[in-house]
């Protein structure tokens, strides 16, 4: 009952990611202008993000291997509040630069620790609680950008924005905080009865093998004839091998009771309780194919999404405008995600990747070559449709190849994918400075094609069908 209660509040926290995150991305023209720096440098702020969230994502991984995922949550939303509020009460370029590294500290903390936690709870279906709570990210994702075009058009200051974001993330460490702490009690005695139950059962264990091999040996000893030699070798390597399966049986006793302390301790309801096993050890072939295609769709997402103001100011529209067709690219990744959620019963996710880079490469031709803005948006739409579950189904590959270091894989994963806004960022930033900005689409189509090459590759690897075959496929 407590897990699906901390899964609907993990349901929240991804509703108000989905808001908080592509918040900056119309913003890019006004702080441009605002600050009066090039959108060059602008890539390069937000190239430093993506930075910092990649190696946030790493620690985290690792962290939640080993530690609650509970602290960790409210650390994220600690750390998220002081960011905004720091924009909030003094803006200018230099603090934007420390926001956006302090809030890509604080929010991307949270995936790895999330997914983790939905996979040891729910190891049924973690594919679809994962498409769930994209769900409730990408379709927040369409408000973040409808208030900023409301903010534009009342001719108010985004100061009230980042106020508003500063006070939702403290609102939510005070409701989690209180939320989790409710069933900490009942969760330590719990604790202390479950190793009291594994080490009296490993005692009497042990008590019953030093019997056994006592019995063992008093038979060897009543049996053996006087003289025989042979016997007598026969006898001590019997012996020998009770002796060695005494302490085989011990060792299996001692992993047994750690790990079962080791779990227990780190039992939040929803948390990481695997032991971390090793960084390298995630290093599959699936996983880096995974993690790979989830790089290059990233680009697409965050270059399709977060440049689309910058692109359209070349067209002559207004940032009023053009932020609510930023909200329309998001809106339909919630659409393309609720086709995800229907495809994951008949097909596998390499699978819905790689089909999901064909669709996002046919609409970025149409979307870079059509002349007219609002046909523009139904080629674009196609896009977010295309690489609306990227992030769950690469995810989702990688968990299931590493159950032993679920958060460590995930927090990796996570990681690549925006390794994506790492690449992304400073290039079309590079190109809308210095080349003309209508030529940003091109950019994300070559992307495109990389991204589905290598989906098919994951393919390949995982030896599903590509366009024929029935039924969902996965290696295991």
Not at 299 to 321: K, N
Not at 403 to 410: D, F, K, L, M
Request: glycine share 8%; with cysteine; aromatic share 16%.
């Amino acid at each position: 009952m407590q897990q699906r209660y901390n899964l609907r509040l993990l349901y929240i926290a991804f509703s108000m990611l989905g808001f908080t995150v592509p918040i900056f991305d119309p913003l890019y023209p006004y702080f441009s202008t605002t600050f009066g720096v090039g959108f060059d440098k602008i890539g390069l702020v937000f190239f430093g993000g993506s930075l910092v969230a990649i190696i946030s994502n790493i620690v985290a991984g690792r962290i939640c291997d080993h530690y609650p995922f509970r602290r960790v949550l409210l650390f994220s939303f600690l750390v998220t509040f002081s960011g905004f509020s720091l924009f909030a009460v003094y803006q200018s370029f230099f603090s934007l630069v420390i926001t956006v590294l302090i809030v890509n500290i604080g929010y991307n903390i949270v995936w790895p620790g999330s997914y983790s936690a939905v996979f040891i709870d729910f190891n049924e279906n973690y594919s679809e609680i994962y498409v769930n709570l994209d769900k409730f990210y990408y379709f927040s994702t369409l408000f973040g950008p409808l208030l900023i075009s409301l903010l534009f058009y009342l001719k108010l200051s985004p100061r009230i924005l980042f106020i508003f974001l500063a006070a939702v993330f403290g609102i939510m460490f005070v409701v989690f905080y209180f939320t989790f702490r409710k069933e900490e009690k009942r969760k330590n005695m719990k604790t202390r009865l479950t190793i009291k139950a594994t080490e009296s059962s490993a005692s009497l264990e042990g008590y019953q093998a030093q019997g056994m091999a006592a019995d063992g040996r008093n038979t060897i000893k009543n049996y053996t004839a006087p003289g025989d030699e042979a016997a007598d070798e026969r006898n001590r390597n019997i012996i020998k091998n009770s002796d060695g399966i005494e302490y085989d049986k011990a060792m299996d006793e001692s992993e047994s009771k750690e790990k079962t302390i080791n779990t227990d301790l780190n039992n939040d309801e929803l948390e990481c309780t695997y032991a971390y096993k090793g960084f390298r050890t995630i290093f599959k072939k699936a996983t880096v194919l995974s993690s790979i295609t989830l790089t290059l769709f990233a680009c697409v997402m965050v270059g399709s999404s977060a440049w689309l103001t910058t692109y359209f100011t070349s067209f002559d529209v207004p940032i009023f405008l053009s932020s609510i067709f930023v909200s329309v690219y998001w809106f339909f990744t919630f659409i393309g995600l609720q086709l995800i959620s229907k495809l994951l019963k008949y097909l596998g996710e390499a699978r819905i990747l790689f089909y999901g880079g064909l669709l996002s490469t046919i609409g970025l031709i149409f979307y870079g070559t059509v002349p007219n803005i609002y046909v523009k948006i139904i080629f674009i739409i196609m896009v977010a449709i295309g690489v609306a579950g990227i992030y769950p189904l690469a995810t989702a590959i990688s968990v299931r190849e590493n159950p032993q270091a679920s958060a460590t894989a995930s927090g990796f994963t996570v990681a690549m994918g925006i390794a994506g806004s790492l690449i992304i960022q400073p290039l079309m930033g590079f190109v809308a400075q210095y080349f003309d900005k209508r030529n940003t689409p091109f950019v994300l189509l070559a992307i495109s094609v990389t991204g589905t090459f290598v989906a098919f590759l994951l393919l390949r690897h995982l030896k599903e069908p590509v366009f024929s075959g029935k039924g969902k496929s996965c290696k295991s």
